[in-house]
Nanobody
Framework: QVQLVESGGGLVQPGGSLRLSCTAS????????MGWYRQAPGQQRELVAT???????VYADSVKGRFTISRDNAKKTVYLQMSSLKFEDTGVYYC???????????WGQGTQVTVSS
């Protein structure tokens, strides 16, 4: 069983930065994709960024140039560096691990990010 634990959320002013971390326990494979999703109040969960085993990345248009996803396979950890934060970045950020061989998605419990002045 895979468990994902996020950390690093909090309250930040517009224009500020935060770094989210997600550490996995259990058996994960370095070739599988990991990513970050977010959900704002009253809205559906949406993709923020993903990173594959060969470090290929995909970003939502709304965060391109501001957010950077990275991973450390030895630590079984994926990061999301967020800069130039905007009000609309507010939401609960969820870590995701996709086990390709079975098609199973694993989710963390989420960490709150609030951008407010």
């Amino acid at each position: 069983q895979v468990q994902l634990v996020e950390s690093g959320g909090g309250l930040v002013q517009p224009g500020g930065s935060l770094r989210l971390s997600c550490t996995a326990s259990g058996i994960i494979f370095s070739w599988d994709a990991m990513g970050w999703y977010r959900q704002a109040p009253g809205q559906q969960r949406e993709l923020v960024a993903t990173i594959t085993g060969d470090d290929s990345t995909v970003y939502a248009d709304s965060v391109k140039g501001r957010f950077t996803i990275s991973r450390d396979n030895a630590k079984k950890t994926v990061y999301l560096q967020m800069s130039s934060l905007k009000f609309e970045d507010t939401g609960v950020y969820y870590c995701n691990y996709n086990r390709r061989v079975s098609g199973t998605d694993y989710w963390g419990q989420g960490t709150q990010v609030t951008v407010s002045s």
